[in-house]
């Protein structure tokens, strides 16, 4: 939730900035947006990683669901890391005018490789809940990689709004 309350306000001063005509505090926002998220995801990582009895606890008590949860929880750290990320970039190229591509390349990502990289990994493979996992890390790599490239490459500062 963090991550899509920054990136509200990383889209409400892209869209400020942007129609101001100071298209360099549209990448200092983003930046600071980053960061601010980065720094939350990085403590609950550490929640994650460093108490999981702790967290599991309070939803079961059988040390079957523990035992699996334990590298769940490791897979949801990379995952929240990179999730937050693409959900702050998205909010910069939203507030800019830029809605085209990440609406595009979200939804042909999902289709063509976090769905069938879930059922690869998940059912195919045998990985079961940690295999589906393990393609939705690999998804939000990707989308976040390609979200930031997206930025990155200015295609933002020539959307007419």
Same mark, same amino acid.
Do not use: N
């Given at each position: ?12 001063? =892209?869209?400020?900035? +942007? !129609? @101001?005509?100071?298209? /360099?505090?549209? &990448? %200092? ?56 990320? =693409?959900?702050?970039? +998205? !909010? @910069?190229?939203?507030? /800019?005018?830029? &809605? %085209? ?61």
């Amino acid at each position: 939730m963090p991550a899509y309350g920054l990136s509200i306000g990383v889209a409400t001063l =892209s869209g400020r900035y +942007v !129609g @101001a005509g100071d298209l /360099a505090a549209v &990448t %200092r926002s983003l930046r600071s947006a980053l960061a601010l998220g980065a720094g939350i995801c990085l403590c609950v990582m550490l929640g994650f990683v460093s108490f999981p009895e702790t967290l599991v606890g309070l939803f079961a008590t059988d040390t079957a669901v523990l035992a699996e949860a334990r590298p769940l929880l490791l897979l949801a750290s990379g995952f929240l890391f990179f999730d937050a990320a =693409s959900i702050i970039v +998205v !909010g @910069a190229l939203r507030g /800019a005018g830029d &809605t %085209r591509f990440p609406f595009l390349y979200e939804s042909v990502l999902s289709w063509a490789l976090f769905l069938p990289g879930a059922w690869l990994l998940g059912v195919w493979q045998g990985g079961g809940v940690l295999g589906a996992w393990t393609a939705g890390v690999l998804y939000v790599i990707v989308l976040s990689g390609g979200m930031l490239f997206r930025f990155r490459s200015g295609a933002w500062r020539k959307v007419a709004i």
